[in-house]
């Protein structure tokens, strides 16, 4: 999901932890896919499809539409922002945020080439061949990145705070709820747990783990692959290692038992 | 209405020279500006090859997407803004190879656009492989021995699916073409135009001089029904001959071979395209009554 790509181009992922998440982050999704103009994923699993749960009201007076940089009629005239020095409409406007201006089909004055090949600035193919519009619009592409990084949601924090836990626990994804779990049966033995839920993935948030490993006493990813994607990520962007992990990848979900015994086994050799 | 050195650019194309691409982009560019249509009022989508390098040769609101894919991205226009006037643009392996499944399904549904397929019987951009329209036996740089299997029949296969519009023309014939052009951008439904579009760079066989010497317009054969199914069907079996047949051996028709006047388009079935789409989805809807059920 965070390489897969025919060349380099931006792109958000979000991993919802439950039901709740999940409502919450497709209609972010969509208002994300607006305002940045770039593909946003959804990282979901069987677990979480294919269970039924009841749940409280979702909080739909939260939902918004958020449509970006939009121009679904009238004339493009209209919106100098969107134009070229000679008035003509570019939908590959190079712009300082990475995002430019999309007219809808039907919005006057508003010809355009959406092109899968290399672009100018109108959409026209033959000039993206020049290696100088290439490596502009490839860089205004990846600019949007760093847009996404002030809207995605942030990561989630459970229990205590991690300077006050004898173990900090890092998760993505649904193994949010077992771990959720194994973190309440440990609450009357005394043990003290912070979590942090990686919720969007990509941009890894990168300052925010960081901060919670660094707080942290001891640290644990538990994670559901075999290689440790989680980690991986947490070594490449924080420059830092955890001190345990827990993975699980026969295609089954965590069981809260499995997460438990880890922690207790944890906090006995701590 | 746009002049025709608006609908197009002021740019030479990157056709080889003598390419049937030139006299398609003719016809179409005059259509287009005779049609009066204002630049907001059409779309053009175009796939991946010789054909869809035109993209950059027009001027219009357009789509240059991946190979094969033309069709649903096209749908997707269509079904997203009923005021708007689709047009696609294809090749023969985009349209009928990679994409040919879409082109299956684009006919069911009866979307109510124009689908144009640049047919070479080869892969043009690519330099010369067999294309699923090249004849069997054909020597190309992917099939030395000759092509094993029988060529795809594009009418024959959108007559059987139950298309509603299904000409061809000849990139020869400009006068014509732009008739077949002007007929399937008036058609309310699904509109198929196979141009036999010579490729002169790889197709050695197709040539313009071939299709010359075998091509005969259905519109002046004496018991001309575009309305009969079985009798369109049955004149699409002209693209199984002889590699090397000769002119009178093997005649191939082009025209319209079938028209249905007044069809279901997949439009018809959809009663929120009353307006659209975007204007559905400028607030969030209210789903409690919804979830009340549950
Ligand atoms: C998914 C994918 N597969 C393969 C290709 C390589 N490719 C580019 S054009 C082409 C065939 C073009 O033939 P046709 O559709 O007949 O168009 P023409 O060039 O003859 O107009 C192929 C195989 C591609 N661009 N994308
Ligand atoms: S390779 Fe063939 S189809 Fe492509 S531009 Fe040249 S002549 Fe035309």
Redo the contacts with the bound molecule.
């Keep these: 999901m965070i390489h897969a790509a025919q060349g380099e181009f931006p792109r958000v992922v979000m991993a919802p932890g439950d039901r709740e998440d999940a409502f919450v982050l497709a209609w972010k999704a969509f208002n994300l896919a607006d305002q940045l103009q770039t593909p946003v994923v959804i990282l979901g699993d069987s677990y979480l499809s294919d269970n039924r749960e009841s749940i409280p009201y979702y909080d739909l007076d939260a939902v918004t539409v958020e449509r970006g940089k939009f121009v679904a009629e009238g004339d493009i005239a209209d919106h100098p922002e969107a134009l070229g020095a000679d008035g003509q409409y570019f939908r590959y406007k190079l712009t300082e945020d990475g995002v430019s201006v999309r007219a809808l089909p039907g919005v006057s004055g508003a010809t355009q080439l959406v092109n899968s090949y290399e672009h100018d600035e109108y959409g026209w193919g033959s000039a993206g061949e020049m290696a100088t519009v290439r490596s502009a619009q490839d860089e205004k592409r990846m600019r949007k990145m760093e847009l996404a990084r002030t809207l995605v949601p942030p990561p989630a924090l459970f229990g205590v705070p991690p300077e006050a836990a004898d173990v900090s626990l890092l998760v993505f994804g649904t193994t949010k709820g077992p771990a959720l779990e194994a973190i309440r049966w440990l609450e009357p033995e005394g043990v003290r747990v912070a979590m942090m839920q990686v919720v969007t993935v990509w941009p890894f948030p990168a300052e925010e783990v960081l901060s919670f490993l660094d707080a942290a006493k001891t640290t644990v990813i538990v994670e559901g692959n075999l290689t440790g994607q989680l980690q991986g990520l947490v070594r490449q962007h924080c420059l830092r290692d955890v001190d345990h992990t827990l993975h699980r990848y026969d295609g089954r979900p965590f069981s809260p038992e499995q997460i438990y015994a880890k922690l207790t086994e944890v906090i006995a050799g701590a | 209405m746009p002049e025709v050195s608006e609908v197009t650019r002021a740019l030479k194309p990157t ?2 020279p003598g ?3 030139f006299n398609m982009q003719k016809a179409l560019s005059e259509v287009l500006s005779e049609s009066g249509m204002r630049f907001e009022e059409y779309v053009m989508v175009w796939g991946i090859g ?1 054909h869809g390098n035109g993209a950059d040769f027009y001027r219009s609101q357009g789509f240059h997407g991946l190979h094969g894919r033309a069709l649903p991205v096209a749908t997707g226009i269509a079904l997203t803004n009923p005021q708007l006037k689709v047009i696609v643009e294809m090749g023969d392996g985009d349209g009928y190879g990679i994409g040919g499944n879409h082109f299956i399904h684009s006919v069911r549904r009866n979307v109510n656009m124009t689908a144009i397929f640049h047919n ?1 019987q080869i892969y ?2 690519t330099t010369g492989q067999a294309s699923p329209t090249s004849d069997q036996f054909m020597k190309t740089p992917s099939t030395p021995g000759g092509v094993v299997e029988e060529p795809v029949n594009p009418v024959g296969v959108a007559v059987a699916q139950g298309a509603t519009f299904v000409a061809r023309g000849f990139a020869g014939d400009v006068p014509h073409l732009k008739e077949l052009y002007e007929q399937a951008l008036a058609h309310e439904g699904f509109a198929i135009v196979d141009v036999f579009q010579p ?4 197709n050695k066989i197709n040539t313009f001089k071939w299709y010359r010497e075998r091509a005969y317009k259905l519109e002046e054969t004496p018991d001309y029904d575009p309305t009969s199914r079985t009798k369109a069907f049955e004149l699409s079996m002209s693209t199984f001959h002889d590699l090397t047949c000769a002119p009178e051996e093997c005649r191939i028709p082009i025209g319209v071979f079938y028209r249905e006047e007044k069809s279901f388009t997949y439009q018809d079935g959809l009663p929120q395209l009353d307006r659209p789409l975007w204007q559905h989805a400028q607030q969030p809807r209210d789903i409690r009554s919804i979830l009340e059920k549950f």
């Design positions: 056709w080889c390419c049937g691409n010789c070479n043009g951009l490729c002169v760079t790889w």
